[in-house]
């Protein structure tokens, strides 16, 4: 299949341009094309796990990745779909971003040097951090109109609150690394989410204009429910890759639980499986579709954590859910005994732990019988745990039907 047909099947594709040329393209050789990440944190969350699976797939039908770390645009920050302005970053922060983003990267696409597609990673503070700014603006700025930028999607919510001059770079300056990437590694594609759809237009429109060559823009749908909500968005927050972000085992949970509705769209996105078996499974109903969940629980844990972390939050959840012991992989808070004799109720627990944002909406959920502790239901909002309680193996909480924690001694 040609690669494009590939992203397609599974559903990954939102725009496209100048398609003829790229299915032309892609069957006539390797394309080198990249995506970008800006470092705004030290872990990637589910959301840039789309593009990362999408770069995946590509890789894996012959062509070449370049995963562009934004160590340059970084120190500026994206104004797509933000009413305000990003929080300014250290260089050290950057560069300390970067490198763990690099290391999560590993795990999905192949570095090696001994394959012709062997993919890069690349990071564009190595030609950003130090232009000269006039030659810029001759070599690159001639090229823009104002008039032009100003429709841009990414620039339309923030022109309400306040554009800064600062952010009005933004595209410019992705627009120079595809141009900067086209030079040196002969990329022709960038691809990445829906909402960078401006920036990468005026990217693929400075080469064709620059260097008179076919250049092209890729992007994907976004991760959302069947009702129109982003997914990835747990009581505590972003879902992280970084497993001291999110657990394995709450990663694997937020899969298992998710709607019946969403299950074969996330299989064929998040998943390598064939597509007859995303098929077969997602067409499943009524409790049948309960193995679908637990097969894309299952694979996408495994992608992002290996396969040991993926069976022990499988086992944790089936122990827990079937009534046996509690699993290794189950979130826990070890407390120590100053820290117990300190605060020991349940309530500021409940929220320590992130299974309610505040005491008082933990105060309330006992209050309405939604926390039970050993599988006892606990109404009385000034319940306390002491150590025996802990001791052990500790004591298991659960909020609602699907949110657990372990409390113990440490």
């Known amino acids: 299949m040609n690669a494009l047909d590939i992203l397609k ?6 725009q ?3 398609e003829d040329e790229l299915y032309k393209a892609f069957d006539e050789g390797m394309v080198t094309f990249y995506t970008g990440f800006d470092p705004t944190a030290d872990s990637l969350h589910i959301g840039h796990y789309i593009p990362i699976m999408a770069m995946a797939h590509l890789q ?13 645009t970084g120190m500026i920050g994206d104004p797509s779909g933000k009413s305000d302005l990003r929080k300014m970053m250290t260089v050290e922060t950057v560069d300390h971003n970067v490198s763990c983003i690099k290391q999560q990267m590993a795990r999905f696409l192949d570095f090696d040097s001994g394959r012709e597609n062997a993919a890069l990673i690349a990071n564009n503070a190595d030609w950003l951090r130090g232009l000269n700014y006039i030659d810029f603006l001759r070599e690159v ?7 032009r930028m100003l429709t841009a999607e990414c620039y339309k919510q923030r022109m309400e609150r306040g554009l800064t001059f600062l952010e009005f770079n933004y595209m410019i300056m992705q627009s120079y690394d595809f141009l900067e990437l086209y030079k040196r590694y002969g990329c022709i594609l960038q691809a990445g989410g829906d909402d960078q759809w401006s920036n990468m ?4 429109d400075l080469i064709r204009r620059k260097e008179q060559k076919p250049a092209f823009a890729l992007t994907f749908k976004l991760l959302l429910t069947s009702d129109g909500r982003k997914m990835g968005k747990t ?3 972003a879902l992280w890759l970084d497993p001291n972000r999110t657990s394995p085992y709450e990663f694997y949970q937020y899969w298992r639980n998710i709607d019946d509705a969403d299950v074969e769209k996330c299989l064929a996105l998040l998943t390598f499986l064939p597509m007859e078996e995303v098929r077969r499974l997602g067409a499943l109903k009524d409790a049948a579709i309960n193995e679908a969940k637990r097969v894309l629980a299952f694979e996408v844990t495994k992608l992002i954590h290996g396969e040991e972390e993926a069976v022990k939050a499988r086992d944790a959840a089936e122990a827990l859910f079937g009534g046996g012991a509690m699993g290794g992989s189950v979130p826990t808070t070890a407390l120590t005994a100053a820290e117990l004799a300190e605060e020991n109720r349940l309530v500021a627990l409940l929220a320590r732990a992130g299974l309610c944002k505040s005491n008082g909406e933990a105060r309330k959920t006992v209050q309405q019988g939604g926390v039970t502790v050993n599988d006892e239901k606990v109404t009385d909002v000034d319940f306390r745990f002491t150590p025996e309680m802990l001791s052990g193996e500790g004591a298991l ?3 609602g039907k699907k949110s657990y924690h372990r409390f113990k001694l440490a």
Do not use: D, Y
């Open 235 to 237: 009581e505590k927050g």
């Open 141 to 147: 700025g001639s090229l823009f109109s104002v008039n």
């Open 16 to 18: 496209v341009t100048f």
């Open 201 to 204: 237009l005026s990217g693929a």
């Open 60 to 72: 894996r039908a012959g062509h070449r990745p370049i995963a562009l770390m934004g160590g340059g």
């Open 397 to 399: 909480v659960r909020k």
């Open 9 to 14: 099947e599974r559903g990954f594709i939102a």
